[in-house]
């Protein structure tokens, strides 16, 4: 097991063992233990009781920050020309279409999110082998597939963000910045948690949120009380 740094050992220490905190004072005590020199990402990393390999116990989602990620969202917009104008005048970064599937094809993909048109979808099929690993391909259920392309583009560049339970039961999400005021950060995991708690199949039985932890780049994980959030 790797060695703490300094920093890293006084960071754990201000957070107390066995103590579950609530939103509000871990949204307080990260800013205190984050010592990066650069703005650290927060995320939070929600446990559900799920068994993510039944279909009928996936959960899967999208939630609108209120107060955005603090990242800027590369988005390329794969539309017709008569869409090109709409996608640019929401913010896309990237817009076109037969050029940029050559460029995936070719191996890039440098940006955060792909939204498209129902039109173009059979296009990106043969491109799922490149996509699918990183969580670039559009889908419907996320909003990234739709005919309102330049409302799409609007809502990512805003802070609206997909997440999926992985295979072990855990919903990992970027929810801002330490930069970001306390208020912003309890603001935008509570939309997050309270999404989840809408999402809960019917097929799950017991304890649905397990654990909430709340973390910086590079500091510790702070534990939530479920139950206080």
Excluded: C
Excluded at 174 to 185: E, L, P, Q, T, V
């Amino acid at each position: 097991m790797a060695k703490l740094t300094k920093k890293q050992k006084e960071a754990a220490s201000k957070i107390e063992k066995n103590k579950l905190y609530s939103l509000k004072d871990a949204s307080a005590l990260i800013k205190t233990v984050a010592s990066a020199k650069f703005d650290e990402s927060v995320d939070i990393a929600v446990r559900l009781g799920v068994d993510p390999r039944k279909a009928n116990q996936m959960v899967r989602g999208v939630v609108a920050l209120p107060h955005g990620t603090g990242k800027d969202v590369r988005v390329l917009a794969l539309v017709t020309p008569d869409k090109e104008a709409e996608a640019k005048a929401a913010g896309a970064d990237f817009v076109g279409l037969d050029d940029y599937l050559q460029k995936i094809k070719d191996g890039w993909t440098d940006v955060d999110v792909i939204i498209t048109m129902p039109a173009v979808m059979g296009k990106l099929g043969p491109l799922g082998r490149i996509l699918g690993p990183r969580g670039l391909m559009p889908n419907p259920k996320t909003g990234t597939v739709t005919m309102e392309v330049g409302k799409a583009v609007t809502e990512v560049k805003a802070g609206k963000i997909d997440f999926k339970v992985d295979k072990t039961g855990i919903v990992h999400a970027g929810i801002g910045r330490i930069s970001f005021d306390a208020d912003k950060i309890i603001e935008n995991a509570h939309e997050i948690i309270q999404t989840l708690i809408k999402l809960k199949p019917t097929a799950a039985k017991g304890t649905y949120i397990k654990s909430i932890h709340l973390s910086s780049t590079m500091s510790p994980a702070i534990p939530l009380d479920p139950k206080a959030v």
